[in-house]
């Protein structure tokens, strides 16, 4: 039986090419998704125009998760897409299982694609006898098969050095910017301040008041390292009296340090608080906290889904499938996530 015919390329010195045989395969890409967050996969794949890749997915009465992958996806490029809102340890498992499925079914390269990182806030041992857990998620994601991992306004920018491969840290500032640069009156523009709820996030808040052209307040704040989610608000750096202040941060929890800020606000002569955020957390009872008279509009994006019970008349969700969507494009072929944002990312 003869042969069939292989394409082969020659040694060429001069430009630096090896010898070699060349693969009839093309290169493919199949999106995944787990169970956190299935619209926002549905509406990733539907920006790329794919579908997701038909799954099983069981959960037995002992707790214990099975997921299986019912069509080949050996030698493909698999981006697998979960977000990591309540119950986040389940959706951790199941990440860690379908990572296993992937790497076990052949997948060429597989990418975890996580809007929101989970354990984020645990970047750093703050006292003694304390884990860094967000290097613990990414030391599993890379155990279990991850070749490289995708996230959205990590709280630290040095979880990336916590993956040992390529990350691609997304920023939801341009989807944001675009609402409010449609949005705000001229009144509002004319009166803006950009104000950091702490001094954590003043490099972000600066990016933000170039951006907008508008001058950049601080609030200084407190927080018992012995008390999760209590804070006092001490004294604001900046000019807010007669301003329409623009809170930002990369995520809302209980929203006790973004409600305390805006009353501080309001309280210094602030005419109105509009706040900004990536990551809607909303832990009870955020969506009533938020609703105080003290904000006047929250602004965030759809990394986490956000039940109807937790949304209110003054919430606001801007789509992020768009931006992930453009970036596993551009990962996919080989192009540049970095111009996505200016050569900031």
């Not at 597989?110 to 857990?133: L, M």
């Not at 509009?274 to 809607?280: K, S």
Request: glycine residues 6%; hydrophobic residues 40%.
């Amino acid at each position: 039986m003869a042969r069939k015919k292989v394409k082969t390329v020659d040694l060429d010195r001069e430009n630096d090419i090896a010898p070699g045989l060349v693969a009839r395969t093309k290169k493919r890409l199949v999106v995944g998704t787990g169970r956190s967050h299935p619209a926002l996969a549905a509406a990733v794949t539907q920006e790329l125009g794919t579908e997701l890749v038909p799954t099983e997915y069981r959960t037995f009465a002992s707790g214990e998760i099975l997921t299986r992958f019912e069509v080949s996806i050996r030698g493909c490029d698999f981006f697998l897409i979960q977000t990591f809102g309540p119950p986040v340890n389940e959706w951790l498992m199941e990440t860690l299982i379908m990572l296993d499925a992937a790497k076990r079914a052949s997948a060429k390269r597989i990418t975890v694609v996580a809007p929101y990182y989970p354990y984020s806030r645990q970047d750093k041992k703050g006292r003694g006898r304390e884990p860094i857990s967000a290097r613990l998620v990414a030391d599993l994601w890379k155990t279990a098969g991850a070749d490289r991992v995708m996230s959205v306004d990590l709280h630290a920018a040095q979880i990336q050095g916590f993956f040992d491969g390529p990350v691609d840290h997304l920023f939801a500032k341009p989807v944001l910017l675009e609402y409010f640069e449609r949005t705000l009156s001229e009144h509002d523009r004319t009166h803006l301040t950009v104000v950091s709820p702490d001094t954590g996030r003043v490099r972000v808040a600066d990016t933000w008041s170039d951006s907008l052209g508008a001058p950049l307040a601080i609030i200084h704040k407190r927080r018992d390292p012995k008390v999760a989610n209590q804070v006092t608000v001490n004294e604001i750096v900046g000019q807010v009296d007669g301003r329409v202040c623009l809170l930002v941060d990369d995520m809302i929890d209980t929203g006790g340090t973004i409600v305390k800020a805006a009353e501080a606000l309001k309280k210094n002569g602030a005419q109105k608080v509009i706040v900004a955020a990536t990551h809607a957390i909303f832990s009870d009872p955020a969506a009533e906290k938020l609703q105080s008279e003290a904000i006047d509009e929250v602004v965030v994006t759809d990394t986490i889904p956000i039940p109807p019970e937790k949304q209110f008349p003054t919430l606001t969700i801007l789509p992020i499938a768009p931006l992930l969507a453009r970036a596993i494009h551009e990962v996919f072929e080989d192009g540049s996530v970095t111009s996505m944002f200016d050569g900031a990312a």
